[in-house]
C-alpha cells in the first residue's frame, strides 16, 4: 500500500534538507550540486526509459537522466531519481517512461517526484484561484498549462497529478491526456522550452561531484593536464577543455 501522506511529507522534507521553501517552483537541476557526491549526467536513452540512479558502495552517486525527453520530463525524472538516492535501498533503479507504471517503488518514486516539483498546498491555491474564475468551478486545459508552467513539470505529470483534484473535470481527463499542448501554450504567450528536448549537441552532458573531482586531482598535481581533459573528454564536457564561453556575458 503507497502511503501518499508519508511521499509527501518526504518531499517536503528533501526541498527542506535542499535549502528550498515548501511552496515556490524549484530549479530542480542546480539542487544537484547542494547533494554531496552526486554527479549528474545528461544522456539520450531511447524511447523506453527515463532515467537512473546508481549509488555506489564508496558513497559517490550518479544520476542519469534521459536528456531526449522534454525538459519537463527531465524535470520530473530529476525529482523521481532523488527518491531512489534517498530512500530506496537498492544500489541500482533503472527507471521507465510511464509516470505511475510499474512496481511500487517506481509508483512511489513518481508520486515522491509529483509532491517534490508540485507542493500539495501551493496547487491547491493556485488550482482554486483558476478554477474560481469559470462557471462549472473546474479548470480548464489553459489554467493545468498555466499551473504546469508555474511549476515547470511537464504536461502528463500535471494531468495525472490534477487527476483526483475537486478542481479537475474528470470526464476530460483523457482528453487533456492526449492533447498535444505546445502549440497553445505558445500562443498563450509562453515559451515551449518545458515540451521539447534539448538540441542534440547538448544531450551529453556532466555535472557536479566528477567534474569537482576531476578538477580538485588537477590542482593537487594528482593528474596531468592531459589525463583531466581526457576525463573531462570522457564526461562529454569538451566545453570546459576547449573554454567555449555560452552565457552571452563579456568581460572586458
Ligand atoms: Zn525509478
Redesign the pocket.
Known amino acids: 500500500m503507497i502511503d501518499k501522506a508519508d511521499l509527501m511529507t518526504k518531499a517536503i522534507q528533501l526541498r527542506k534538507e535542499l535549502g528550498e521553501d515548501s511552496n515556490s517552483p524549484v530549479d530542480i537541476f542546480s539542487l544537484v550540486l547542494n547533494i554531496e557526491r552526486l554527479t549528474l549526467v545528461y544522456y539520450p536513452m531511447g524511447d523506453n526509459l527515463?532515467?537512473?540512479?546508481i549509488k555506489g558502495k564508496s558513497g559517490d552517486c550518479v544520476i542519469a537522466i534521459n536528456s531526449a525527453m522534454s525538459l519537463g520530463r527531465q524535470r520530473f525524472s530529476l525529482a523521481?531519481?532523488f527518491?531512489?538516492l534517498r530512500y530506496?535501498d537498492n544500489m541500482l533503479?533503472?527507471?521507465?517512461k510511464k509516470i505511475g507504471d510499474?512496481k511500487d517503488?517506481?509508483k512511489e518514486?513518481?508520486m515522491f517526484a509529483s509532491y517534490f516539483l508540485i507542493p500539495a498546498a501551493e496547487l491547491e491555491c493556485k488550482s482554486a484561484q483558476l478554477a474560481a474564475k469559470h462557471e462549472d468551478g473546474k479548470l480548464s486545459l489553459d489554467d493545468i498549462i498555466r499551473l504546469e508552467q508555474y511549476f515547470g513539470a511537464s504536461h502528463q505529470a500535471m494531468v495525472i497529478r490534477l487527476k483526483e483534484s475537486t478542481y479537475m473535470n474528470r470526464a476530460r481527463v483523457e482528453d487533456y491526456l492526449m492533447s498535444s499542448v505546445r502549440n497553445r501554450a505558445e500562443m498563450m504567450g509562453y515559451s515551449s522550452e518545458l515540451y521539447r528536448p534539448l538540441p542534440a549537441e547538448k544531450q551529453y552532458k556532466t555535472y557536479g561531484h566528477y567534474i569537482n573531482q576531476a578538477d580538485q586531482l588537477l590542482k593537487k598535481d594528482l593528474i596531468s593536464n592531459g589525463k583531466y581533459e581526457e576525463l573531462l573528454m570522457t564526461a562529454f564536457r569538451p566545453d570546459l577543455v576547449y573554454g567555449e564561453e555560452e552565457d552571452g556575458d563579456v568581460v572586458d
Open positions: 527515463s532515467g537512473m540512479c523521481h531519481e527518491y531512489h530506496d533503479s533503472v527507471c521507465g510499474g517503488i517506481e518514486a513518481d
